[in-house]
């Protein structure tokens, strides 16, 4: 088989598609999950080259009147706030350049956060209260903003709620919120406009850049919203309270047009789909899909995994798969998976646990299609060096680039090679899940008599565990280069006429 560049050309062309910036979003109840856990989901992606860092930023003391300034960092907007006094440690997952757009993290007071998904306001709604384009407040804020200071998930919220409201959001946005009592989604409308639900304890909640929660009752604790979010919508002519009935927030703030059909619709009906097999609605249908859903099943964190890999591979929509018989750049539904995700994650919180183990997130850099989910545990005290390493350029010693470069490779000839990435990363990953449970066990144990020897525990088992992935991946990166070899030398061997030499 001739190795073509046109392959590769095609694989990069898949990476810098459709929208700049685009993710898929998965929330899970803890009555929905199997074990009991709050479950959130998330693909980042923009673009391959953006290599990620992981990050652990110590809890510090600030003055009074000191600053957090997005400029700083030299990041997308001039927005601006103030430090708490007692900054709590937390984790974050950032873009190499700035520093900023943390993606996935957790604090000291065990709160998470994933941000964000990109959604959009409608187009007329936006011209009355435009996003704060100049000093609002971006994805690449929010974590760094809220986890420093929020004691719990609704806090958090109402924190970042109180931002959109007098500073304004600088765009669209989406963002997961959890600790170890409730989970939260909150959304934008227009600037400064914003609503926030908690998810009902026995359900889902799928997004795939669109604004997705509708119902609003602002007499219920289990929700939260801008102060006159009903009033706004009614005053400019976006939601009449006699002809439209009950309000519906994506009605009256979010666009649902052609753009969303095949881009953000069928990603949407693929997640339900796959937890509600028997589920039947039409593919482009987006705004009546279910905001809420109780699964078939409870939902495991394999199952998120596998929703995060998804690219039309299986069911209904495998003529959609874009990858399997041949890179395809130009099939209209987009997918889950796509090779410019540069991490996944799924975050999991078990409030049973210890919080140093309760509180765990699983993390995939790049495609996660062809990448490992890794297990970070809340109480990993460092990471490796090379963990911060990473630019736009290739290298041999950052995390990032070690899982990049496999997958790039594999790209280029997918339908050959991704299986020998794909059974040794499940093997992994059945292994880790089993080693796991092991140590757990035997944490839980360990931590009621000596914390201090526990936590040792957990630090030796996870480094192990994630220098055994890095490992797998620079073996199967040889294994696949071996392959390729073996290809392109059968292809253009150029022997003599007997074959010899």
């Excluded at 000191?66 to 990041?75: A, C, H, L, S």
């Excluded at 998904?117 to 000093?135: G, W």
């Excluded at 005053?235 to 009449?240: L, R």
Aim: hydrophobic share 35%.
């Amino acid at each position: 088989m001739k190795f073509r560049t046109s392959i590769l050309t095609a694989a990069l062309s898949m990476a810098i598609a459709g929208s700049a910036l685009a993710c898929t979003t998965v929330v899970v109840g803890e009555g929905a999950s199997a074990d009991g856990s709050f479950l959130i989901a998330r693909s980042a992606d923009s673009s391959a080259m953006k290599a990620q860092h992981m990050v652990k930023h110590p809890a510090r003391t600030y003055k009074k009147g000191d600053m957090y300034r997005t400029q700083d960092y030299k990041g997308a907007t001039d927005f601006s706030y103030p430090q708490p006094e007692q900054a709590m440690g937390y984790t974050t997952v950032p873009n190499w350049k700035t520093q900023l757009h943390g993606a996935t993290g957790f604090n000291d007071a065990g709160v998470g956060i994933s941000g964000t998904e990109s959604i959009f306001a409608r187009d007329d709604a936006l011209k009355l209260d435009p996003y704060n384009e100049k000093t609002g407040i971006t994805e690449d804020d929010i974590l760094d903003v809220l986890l420093p200071r929020a004691k719990t998930a609704r806090e958090a919220v109402e924190i970042l709620g109180s931002i959109i409201e007098t500073t304004g959001a600088g765009e669209g946005f989406g963002v997961a919120f959890v600790d170890d009592k409730e989970i939260w989604y909150l959304e934008t409308g227009t600037g400064h406009q914003w609503l926030a639900q908690r998810t009902p304890k026995d359900t889902y909640f799928a997004s795939g850049n669109q604004g997705r929660l509708q119902k609003y009752d602002p007499k219920s604790p289990d929700f939260l919203a801008s102060k006159n979010l009903v009033q706004w919508a009614t005053e400019n002519g976006f939601y009449d309270p006699k002809k439209d009935g009950e309000f519906n927030f994506s009605k009256a703030y979010t666009r649902d047009d052609e753009r969303d059909r095949d881009y953000n619709d069928p990603r949407v009906w693929q997640i339900q789909k796959m937890l509600n097999p028997s589920l039947e609605q039409k593919v482009g249908d987006g705004r009546n899909f279910p905001v809420y859903l109780k699964p078939e099943k409870k939902i495991t964190v394999e199952d998120l995994k596998a929703i995060m890999r998804d690219h039309y591979q299986t069911g209904e929509l495998q003529s959609h798969d874009p990858y399997t018989k041949g890179l395809r750049g130009d099939e209209p539904y987009r997918p889950i998976s796509v090779f410019r995700t540069y991490e996944a994650h799924v975050m999991q919180v078990r409030p049973w646990l210890p919080d140093e183990i309760g509180a765990v997130t699983y993390v995939a850099m790049g495609m996660a299609d062809l990448s490992v989910f890794v297990p970070y545990y809340h109480g990993l005290n460092a990471y490796p060096a090379h963990y911060g390493q990473g630019t736009d350029k290739a290298d041999s010693e950052s995390l990032y680039w070690k899982y990049r470069k496999l997958q790039t490779l594999v790209m280029t000839d997918y339908p050959k090679l991704h299986g020998v990435v794909q059974k040794a990363y499940a093997d992994f990953e059945r292994q880790t899940a089993e080693a796991q449970k092991t140590f757990e066990d035997e944490y839980v144990k360990v931590f009621k008599q000596d914390p201090k020897k526990a936590d040792a525990m957990l630090e030796d088992f996870n480094q192990g565990v994630m220098a055994k992935a890095e490992a797998l991946a620079e073996d199967l990166t040889n294994q696949v280069f071996t392959i390729r070899t073996k290809d392109i030398e059968d292809a253009n061997f150029f022997a003599n006429r007997s074959k010899k030499d």
